[in-house]
């Protein structure tokens, strides 16, 4: 009768640290998710304030000193004309390569087809 009541006595010890380590489990894992909400919270309040939106009305709003440039206050730059014209002539010229006669043969080409679907 004392070892069955032993043995009984261990069960239901082993079964309460069970249930006590399975609600601790829990409580962690309650605990994680509030912190991960938390930190989504966080997140989307961090990307709220750097959006291009929130920054356009704090540094251009009417309490700020920022605002953008007039026409008055834009610098031109002349450059010499023979500049200009070898950029043009550069960009005029054609970047086509001739191909030799065996490769214009052996190339091969796709020609595209169109295809009804029914």
């Known amino acids: 009768m004392f070892i069955l009541t032993a043995g ?24 994680v998710q509030k912190l991960i909400d938390d930190n989504s919270s966080a997140m989307y309040s961090i990307h709220k304030l750097k959006s291009a939106s929130n920054l356009g009305v704090k540094l ?17 730059l002349k450059t010499p004309v023979q500049t200009v014209e070898k950029i043009d002539l550069a960009l005029s010229k054609s970047t086509e390569r001739k191909q030799s006669f065996l490769a ?3 190339s091969l080409r796709s020609q595209a087809e169109a295809k009804s679907i029914r």
């Not at 251009?60 to 031109?76: A, K, P, T, W």
């Open 8 to 31: 009984a006595l261990i069960y239901i010890h082993l079964q309460f640290q069970i249930f006590d380590l399975a609600y601790q489990g829990r409580c962690k894992e309650v605990a």
């Open 60 to 76: 251009l709003g009417s309490s700020s000193r920022m605002q953008f440039m007039d026409g008055e206050h834009i610098v031109r």
């Open 104 to 106: 214009s043969i052996l």
